[in-house]
């Protein structure tokens, strides 16, 4: 198992909970009744949805566990796992498939 | 309908949250694992998961973590996941702005995924609630999950000491995210903006420090802002 500078550990933890909080009071603590311009909402509404993707499609691409090389149970996992949850909208199931469908696969291909 | 006190409301909320326990439970339990395989102790795990409390930001942080990303760019990434939250707290805002200090501080620290789903649908089905009715059906929505994410998180953390490194963990995490991505293709702008997040993330793979991350992210949410635009002109005019 690595090990994780406490230090940098710590400093993450701290500045998520305060940040995240923070995010969370904004409006509802500061804002009280005021109205909020449409503008800002309407990026806020697509953040989430543009950063997971962005985090995770480097990642299918070029997987860190094979050395960048583009792997065949891992590509086939993420698809499965995509198409699961785009379809029945059910994280849990999509999880478990994309899963099933990575061992199974690096069972049959190892 | 006999819902007329303060406490009627709150196991309302009760109710509608409950289902949200068999998301709470296995992604709690997940959280945990994760953490300790990307060398958290069990303090940290802890820690971190009462007091950010939303995992989807907490899955980036410990994803960013393992690739060595600057300790700068992984708060400002998994903030980012996090912005949504802001949004949440301003939809929220109209119903319960008028609700003393103290409640709204601890309803802030509260505002997830889920207490905000069950809420605004009923606030908006009963528009004639009071205050302190939807504050009890608010804090009743989450009751269910908050205990049971933080000792899920704690059974996962124990349980992640016990896991061999052959078990190719290193994709179970990109393959939680990709099944949290599917659901959220609700309209033609969400695809746009996860669309064009791909293509800038892959191409911009070469900046250091993970920058390509929030180039990438920006881009996305812009576009998803765009697109959302063109659907309202073009629903005008026809």
């Keep these: ?110 | 309908m006999a819902f007329t006190t303060s406490k009627s409301y709150f196991w309302k909320g009760f109710r509608d949250g409950t289902p949200f326990i068999f998301v709470a439970i296995p992604f709690g339990t997940l959280f945990g694992v994760f953490a300790t395989e990307a060398g958290l102790n069990i303090v940290q795990t802890m820690a971190f998961t009462a007091t950010v409390f939303a995992g989807a930001a907490q899955f980036a942080a410990l994803q960013l973590l393992q690739e060595n990303t600057p300790t700068a760019i992984i708060l400002v990434s998994a903030l980012a996941v996090n912005l949504r939250m802001a949004m949440y707290s301003a939809s929220l805002t109209p119903y319960l702005g008028a609700a003393p200090m103290w409640q709204r501080a601890i309803a802030a620290y509260l505002t997830v995924d889920q207490s905000y789903a069950c809420s605004i649908v009923q606030f908006e089905k009963e528009p004639d609630l009071t205050i302190p009715q939807r504050m009890a059906y608010f804090f009743g929505s989450v009751a269910p999950i908050t205990p049971l994410w933080i000792l899920a998180t704690y059974m996962g953390a124990v349980l992640g000491t016990r896991i061999p490194e052959s078990w190719a963990l290193d994709f179970a995490l990109p393959i939680t995210f990709l099944a949290m991505i599917g659901p959220m293709m609700r309209t033609l702008p969400h695809v746009v903006a996860a669309m064009v997040a791909i293509v800038v993330s892959l191409l911009t793979v070469a900046i250091p420090y993970n920058l390509g991350l929030l180039i990438a992210g920006c881009a996305g949410m812009m576009a998803g802002a765009q697109a959302e635009l063109m659907m309202e002109r073009r629903k005008a005019n026809a």
């Design chain 1, 1 to 110: 198992m690595n090990q994780v500078d406490p230090v940098t550990m710590w400093t993450i933890i701290v500045g998520l909970a305060v940040g995240s909080y923070t995010l969370r009071f904004v409006f509802i603590g500061f804002v009280g009744d005021r109205p909020m311009p449409p503008w800002l909402l309407r990026h806020l509404r697509y953040t989430a949805v543009a950063i997971l993707p962005a985090l995770i499609a480097p990642l299918v691409v070029w997987p860190s566990a094979t050395a960048g090389q583009p792997d065949a149970p891992r590509m086939a996992a993420a698809a499965v796992a995509l198409t699961v949850g785009l379809v029945t909208k059910n994280v849990l199931a999509a999880i478990f498939t994309g899963a099933a469908t990575l061992y199974g696969l690096l069972y049959l291909l190892g």
